[in-house]
């Protein structure tokens, strides 16, 4: 069974910390690798797909790798604007549906 | 990036009556939607996978005839609550895939039954 954590549960941070969320999981085949960032209230937004070991993806000051075990989103300098709830996931081996983590929860206080 | 609309955003009904929700891809086409249902402080949890043109594919515990879908376009899959009751109260978000396996989700709708 397909399964994904997600570190830490909750982060609180001050504007201009930088700082990594992480993601572990453990697939029978990996397909792929989604972050979505979901606001209070909101349906996720779509981040980054990273589709294999040593890949990276960069947008403003979000930068998504992966490994063969876990991806890291990486924050450079955050602001407050950047505080939501970010959730990794990965499609099921054959198929499209997606196994969530259960998310990070970032504030970023000016 | 792709667009994915829902219709009502916010609902309110009695207890009893039936409730239809709306999910359309703004800007492709898509044969697979899916349906999440999102409770206070957890994660989506899947309730079914809706394909054009044939009968959605229930998650295990939720009741089909309870939960209506149809997904009659490319663009267009629709969420029907019946017999709503207060226990169906949540957060309801659907998704779109695109052709290269991504989804694409909607802003949600908020349900309460009263």
């Known amino acids: 069974e397909d399964q994904v954590t997600q570190s830490p549960e909750a982060l609180r941070l001050q504007e201009g910390e930088s700082s990594s969320l992480n993601c572990s999981y453990t697939?029978?085949?990996?397909?792929?690798l989604f972050w979505y960032r979901q606001d209070p209230g909101k349906g996720p937004e779509f981040l980054f797909t990273?589709?294999?070991a040593g890949e990276e993806k960069e947008k403003e000051r979000l930068k998504a790798t992966l490994t063969k075990k876990e991806s890291f989103l990486h924050i450079t300098a955050p602001k407050p604007e950047d505080s939501a709830t970010y959730l990794c996931?990965?499609?099921?081996?054959?198929?499209?549906?997606?196994?969530f983590g259960e998310g990070t929860q970032l504030t970023v206080n000016p | 990036g792709a667009v994915v609309s829902q219709h009502p955003s916010r609902v309110i009904c009695k207890s009893g009556t039936s409730v239809k929700i709306e999910c359309r891809s703004l800007d492709f086409q898509a044969t697979t939607m899916f349906w999440y249902r999102q409770f206070p402080k957890q994660s989506l949890m899947l309730m079914a996978t809706s394909n054009e043109g044939s009968k959605a594919t229930y998650e295990q515990g939720v009741e089909k005839d309870k939960f209506l879908i149809n997904h009659a376009s490319l663009t267009l899959s629709t969420l029907t609550v019946t017999s709503a009751h207060p226990e169906d109260s949540s957060f309801y978000i659907c998704?779109?895939?695109?052709?290269?396996?991504?989804?694409?989700f909607g802003p949600g709708t908020r349900l309460l039954v009263l």
């Open positions: 697939v029978s085949g990996l397909r792929g």
């Open positions: 996931a990965v499609p099921e081996t054959s198929g499209s549906r997606l196994t």
């Open positions: 998704s779109a895939l695109d052709r290269v396996e991504t989804q694409y």
């Open positions: 990273l589709y294999s």
